[in-house]
C-alpha cells in the first residue's frame, strides 16, 4: 500500500506542479470501461479454481509474508528437536506430532511456523512418509514433486495477473476511442468543450498505462517474490528432513537446511550453534 500512495503521490504532485487540475484526471467513465473491462478479462481468462488463485495473490502483495531470519530460526529449532526426537525415542514418536500438530508440545513453541505459507503441513507430512519407513531417495522425490507443484500453482496466478496488466494500456486506448467517438460528436461545440471531450478521453490511456506499470504489474511481482521466499522455506525443511533421513545427525541435518536460506536471511553459524545448544540446555 506504501508503494501503491507514492506512485500515486508522486504522480498527483507532478501533475499540479505542472499546472494541471486534479478535477480534470477524475472521470468516472473511464474508470468503468477500463475496470470493468479489466474484470470481465479476468474473469473470461479464470476457469476453475483461477479466479480464487488470482484473488489469493492479489490480497498476498498487500502484505509482506516473507519469512524473517527470526522465522527461519525458529524453522531450525523446531526441526532439530522433532529429529532428537526421532533419533532418541524412534521415529515412531514424531507419529502424534505430525498427525496432530495443534497438540504438539513441539509445535506449540514455534507457532509461526503455521503463518508461512505451507510450511507446516509440509513438514509435517515429510514427518509422516519418515515414518511410514520411504526411502530417502523417494521422499526427497516426493517433496521436492511438491515444491514443484506450488511453484507451478503460483505462477499461474501471478501470470495471469500480468498478463491482465500487460494488456491495460490497450484498455486504455478502447477507453480513449470511446472518448474520441463522443468528441467527434460534438465537433460544432465550443472550444472549450471540444478541448474538455478531448482531455477526458486522453485519461483513458493514461489512466490504462498509469494502473499497468504503477499498480498491477508492481503486485504481481511482489506476489511472485513472496511465493519464491516461501518456496525456499519449503526447501530448508526438505533439505533437512531427507539429510535425517540419509542417517545425518540432527546438528547436521539442520545445517543442510541452513545452508538452502538466502545470505542475507541466513542465521550464522554461531546463531544457530547458540540456539540449538539453548535447546540442549
Given amino acids: 500500500m506504501l508503494g501503491i500512495l507514492i506512485v500515486l503521490g508522486a504522480t498527483a504532485g507532478g501533475y499540479l506542479m505542472s499546472g494541471g487540475h486534479l478535477g480534470v484526471l477524475i472521470q468516472p467513465p473511464e474508470f ?114 511438491e515444491i514443484d507443484t506450488l511453484k507451478f500453482e503460483g505462477h499461474l496466478a501471478t501470470g495471469l495477473v500480468k498478463n491482465i496488466g500487460d494488456a491495460l494500456p490497450g484498455i486504455g486506448i478502447v477507453a480513449c476511442v470511446l472518448g474520441i467517438i463522443v468528441t467527434m460528436g460534438h465537433m460544432d461545440a465550443p472550444p472549450a468543450e471540444i478541448g474538455h471531450h478531448v482531455a477526458s478521453a486522453l485519461v483513458g490511456t493514461f489512466l490504462g498505462i498509469l494502473i499497468c506499470y504503477g499498480i498491477i504489474q508492481p503486485m504481481a511481482n511482489n506476489a511472485e517474490f513472496q511465493e519464491t521466499h516461501q518456496l525456499r522455506f519449503l526447501s530448508v525443511i526438505k533439505s533437512a528432513i531427507v539429510a535425517s ?24 553459524f554461531s546463531e544457530l550453534d547458540k540456539a540449538l545448544q539453548s535447546i540442549k540446555g
Fill in 32 to 145: 468503468v470501461s477500463i475496470l470493468g473491462i479489466a474484470l470481465g478479462t479476468i474473469i473470461t481468462s479464470s476457469p476453475g479454481l483461477m479466479k480464487k488463485r488470482v484473488i489469493h495473490a492479489l490480497k498476498s502483495a498487500m502484505k509482506d509474508t516473507i519469512p524473517k531470519k527470526s522465522d527461519y530460526l525458529d524453522l531450525l529449532k523446531c526441526q532439530y528437536e522433532l529429529l532428537m526426537l526421532a533419533r532418541r525415542q524412534g521415529v515412531l514418536a514424531l507419529e502424534a506430532h505430525a498427525n496432530e500438530p495443534g497438540k504438539s508440545d513441539i509445535f506449540k513453541k514455534y507457532p509461526g511456523l503455521a503463518r508461512v505459507g505451507h510450511s507446516q503441513q509440509f513438514l509435517t507430512e515429510a514427518l509422516q512418509q519418515v515414518i511410514n519407513g520411504v526411502s530417502p531417495d523417494d521422499l526427497e522425490s516426493l517433496l521436492e514433486a
Fill in 245 to 268: 533421513a540419509r542417517g545425518v545427525a540432527p546438528p547436521t541435518a539442520v545445517e543442510f537446511g541452513r545452508k538452502m536460506i538466502f545470505s542475507d536471511e541466513r542465521p550464522s
